[in-house]
């Protein structure tokens, strides 16, 4: 795989590129293309903002599939986005519980959880198949789709 250069000298995999382009950069205050990324503890970018509000509904990740996509009342809420079940920093357990996972078309899992001692929801995008490493409700794609 190609490593792509980014801004401040980072070098990152075509495919975690593709990732931050897709579902952070497409609806950022930044801008809609990775020339401002700096990389966060994971590959996520630390300067993404979610830039679009509906009425009624809050603020959105926009490049994020339906699901994953609302903040919510936690406005703060980040994004963060591994390479690999392996390499993630997180551990999922009684202190960071995930409540539902999706695996992409792009073979990308998605996981919504909460973190109950501190009551903060966490999001991340692990760019491979691990749904078997998380325990969890998964939902299916029909599912997604029957969201508003």
Known sequence: MSKIDLYEGEKMEEKAKKA????QCSGCVCGSDISCYVRGS???CVKHVAGTRIIGIGRLFLGMPKGFNRLGAF??????IFESFSKKKWSYNKWNIPVWKWL???GHTFVRGICPRTSNPFLHVILEDCL???DCYEITTDDLNEMD
């Open 104 to 106: 992409s078309e792009d």
């Open 42 to 44: 994971n590959l996520e």
């Open 20 to 23: 931050v382009e897709q579902y």
């Open 75 to 80: 406005e703060d809420l980040s994004l963060q």
């Open 132 to 134: 078997n490493n998380i």
